[in-house]
């Protein structure tokens, strides 16, 4: 299983950006879908969150900021990010949680996209 995620890049503060991320491959069932982001010299945090029912968490700062929402047909998760901060630069990382096989439970992960808040 591979998970593509794309739609980083440099914006100005206060603009918006969205990520994207496909899963590919032979798998079972995605079960929740999301993002974390590592800024430098910081550990990694989730951002936000969706479950296949569409149930959504944030981390408090991005709240009213970011949407989170999937596609199932397609497999994908995206993050609609809104209003951004210079502390919002980082690489971000999409994950998948599914199932391998019906037995296998698996977190899945994207190769990271960096978006850089800079005037």
């Known amino acids: 299983v591979q998970l593509q995620a794309s739609g980083g890049g440099l914006v100005q503060p206060g603009g918006s950006q969205r990520l994207s991320c496909a899963a590919s491959?032979?798998?079972?069932?995605?079960?929740?879908m999301g993002w974390y982001r590592q800024a430098p010299g910081k550990r990694r945090e989730l951002v936000a969150a969706?479950?296949?029912?569409?149930?959504?968490n944030y981390v408090d700062r991005v709240k009213g900021r970011f949407t989170i929402s999937r596609d199932n047909a397609k497999n994908t998760v995206y993050l609609q990010m809104n209003s951004l901060k210079l502390d919002d630069t980082a690489v971000y990382y999409c994950?998948?949680?599914?199932?391998?096989?019906?037995?296998?439970?698996?977190?899945?992960w994207g190769q990271g996209t960096l978006v850089t808040v800079s005037s």
């Open positions: 994950y998948a949680d599914g199932r391998l096989t019906e037995l296998t439970r698996m977190r899945w």
């Open positions: 969706i479950s296949s029912d569409g149930t959504t």
């Open positions: 491959g032979r798998f079972f069932s995605i079960d929740a």
